[in-house]
């Protein structure tokens, strides 16, 4: 028999309201989705009659005792009953003899199936079925269609949705860059200013310290020359003589060891600001990472614990600037990442951070299984690749061979590797697939931008043709490893 339950429910395709609706992750259930059917007994005239009640209708569900047997569109439809005697021959028999003929492979989603993705596989079907519904699977037993005019509809407005999002971001980000390069600019003309004063206070200081001293020695020989006088016995006792000598030092002592930080830190500054660099330049890594360390001093000094554990690093040809501004969103996200965690009982927030140089049959194993879960598509296949290119190629005898052209082959194939971990709540997942993503934060609205990560790796990847690893598990932490090629 007819589902006149299906018959009796009116068919409106979605408006375009509804349509501008829909989201980058929209599914095919969010489509209007046809649930007409009917039994292979049933009669040929009883899909004329539904199909043309509802005119929007793209096709039926054919069911055999109740379970899906395939799918007659209303195009097969019209065009089986339009030959001759086909009227005849169909309507009047059972809408198995129609399916005998109009039978073709149906296209079969899951109802959680992304639209851009059903609409591409459906256009790879070849021309004769390329305007067929598509069936869509809500339930192991529950079957509806899909009008492929909508379907292609709804994959053109989330296109047009997805570039407009594009533009909007890559407008945000052009904005943030340069608002980063006028902030590096300014700390570079900033850290200028205050080296000159603070270059004059440190050179003077040493003067200082010889002409106190100076003066210190003439007083005691006025005092042995003078002999005892009650009124600079009295006046001594005023100003604290023997107090004032031992402070003398201690202040100068003080002043001096300020003016030193205060230089290491115009450094810092002027070293991080580096950010327009258009030349590699060689440069001493645990000073960049110090550098950085010493900008955060403020905020790490209460209650985190910095643990430095540093290799024997040779010079390296980089961008100190941009290397810098790696290490300073690392470790600033380990500390928030830590932030969370400070107040419980007996818990130490820690950030370690390890150098060494490696070889490169080393470093291409490095945190391989993290190439393999966190290194997606042909960006993975292409580093695996060069992993197994270079244990290929790398030298049979290295404990033995000491020809030069094995040191040299050595020294072309050595690794840089940094290493920052901390011991917080560690990464899900699902986050780590995203981790690296521009725009992508799990920080509230106004705390983060989202690009902090993506600029990493950017750095990392293509501006030192290095690689940026991840590796951590919820509950005991997180550790960024970066590896860059010595030559």
Same mark, same amino acid.
């Given at each position: ?17 509804? !349509?501008?609706? *829909?989201? &980058? ?14 039994? +292979? ?8 009659? /539904? ?5 929007? &209708? ?35 028999? $059972? ?18 199936? &992304? %639209? ?66 006028? !902030?590096?600019? /300014? ?27 100076? %003066? ?13 006088? $009650? ?8 100003? @604290? ?51 950085? !360390? ?48 400070? =107040? ?11 150098? @060494? ?13 993290? &190439? ?14 060069? +992993? ?9 005898? *290295? ?20 290493? %920052?971990?901390?011991?917080?709540? =560690? %990464? ?33 990847? @293509? ?19 970066? *590896?860059?090629?010595?030559?």
């Amino acid at each position: 028999m007819l589902n006149t339950s299906c018959v009796e429910r009116p068919i409106q395709a979605m408006s375009e309201t509804e !349509l501008k609706e *829909l989201c &980058l992750d929209s599914t095919l259930q969010e489509l209007s989705l046809y649930d007409f059917k009917v039994e +292979a007994t049933d009669l040929g005239m009883q899909i004329s009659q /539904m199909l043309e009640a509802n005119p929007l &209708l793209p096709g039926v569900i054919l069911t055999d005792r109740g379970e899906f047997a395939g799918m007659i569109s209303r195009r097969r439809f019209l065009e089986f009953i339009s030959r001759p005697f086909g009227r005849e021959l169909f309507l009047k028999r $059972p809408v198995r003899a129609l399916y005998r003929f109009a039978e073709i492979e149906n296209l079969i989603f899951p109802s959680n199936t &992304l %639209i851009v993705d059903a609409a591409r596989k459906s256009l790879q079907r070849s021309k004769e079925l390329l305007y067929e519904p598509i069936v869509v699977q809500l339930s192991p037993v529950s079957y509806s269609l899909v009008d492929v005019h909508e379907l292609l509809v709804a994959q053109s407005n989330i296109h047009e949705l997805a570039t407009k999002l594009l533009r909007q971001q890559t407008q945000s980000q052009l904005i943030q860059t340069e608002k980063l390069a006028s !902030l590096g600019q /300014m700390v570079a003309g900033v850290a200028h200013e205050i080296r000159n004063p603070v270059t004059c206070i440190t050179g003077n200081l040493g003067f200082l310290s010889n002409y106190s001293q100076d %003066i210190m020695d003439l007083l005691c020989a006025y005092e042995e020359i003078v002999g005892p006088s $009650p009124k600079i016995d009295k006046l001594k006792a005023d100003i @604290e003589f023997d107090f004032l000598q031992e402070d003398w030092e201690e202040i100068l002592k003080s002043m001096k060891v300020s003016s030193q930080r205060l230089t290491e830190l115009v450094t810092s500054l002027h070293t991080f600001s580096h950010m327009d660099e258009t030349h590699l330049k060689e440069a001493n890594l645990h000073e960049c990472i110090d550098s950085t !360390l010493l900008i955060l001093k403020n905020r790490l000094k209460y209650g985190f614990k910095v643990v430095k554990k540093y290799g024997d690093l040779p010079l390296v040809k980089c961008y100190s600037g941009q290397l810098s501004q790696v290490f300073m969103n690392i470790v600033s996200n380990a500390m928030d990442a830590l932030e969370e965690f400070k =107040g419980e009982k007996g818990f130490v927030p820690a950030i370690t951070i390890e150098t @060494e140089l490696i070889d490169s049959s080393d470093g291409d194993c490095v945190n391989s299984e993290l &190439l393999q879960n966190y290194v997606l598509g042909e960006r993975k296949d292409a580093i695996l690749r060069e +992993a197994q290119l270079s244990r290929r190629e790398s030298p049979a005898g *290295l404990n033995g061979d000491s020809s030069p052209d094995t040191a040299e082959k050595n020294q072309n194939n050595a690794w840089i590797a940094i290493r %920052i971990a901390d011991n917080g709540p =560690g %990464i899900s997942p699902e986050i780590q697939r995203r981790i690296f993503d521009t725009f992508f934060t799990t920080k509230p609205a106004g705390k983060g931008t989202g690009l902090g990560l993506a600029i990493t790796h950017q750095i990392v990847t @293509e501006k030192h043709k290095g690689k940026l690893n991840l590796h951590s598990t919820p509950g005991t932490g997180t550790e960024f490893e970066i *590896l860059l090629p010595l030559i």
